[in-house]
């Protein structure tokens, strides 16, 4: 029985999933490594702005 906001009672109605599948197909492979290229990019722009500005 679910109740406010979709929580059961009694507590959260999950299981057992695990956030990141440990063997996602291709295309999901593929989106985390742009995801994760992007960030780091993002992280590396970061730093070096920081280390330049006065």
């Known amino acids: ?3 406010l906001l979709g929580v059961a009672y009694g507590g959260w109605e999950t299981g057992a999933m695990p956030v990141l599948d440990e063997n996602p ?9 742009i995801l994760g290229v992007m960030l780091g990019i993002t992280v590396v722009v970061g730093v070096i702005a920081t280390l330049a500005s006065p």
């Open 1 to 3: 029985m679910r109740g």
């Open 25 to 33: 197909p291709d295309g999901q492979k593929k989106l985390l490594i």
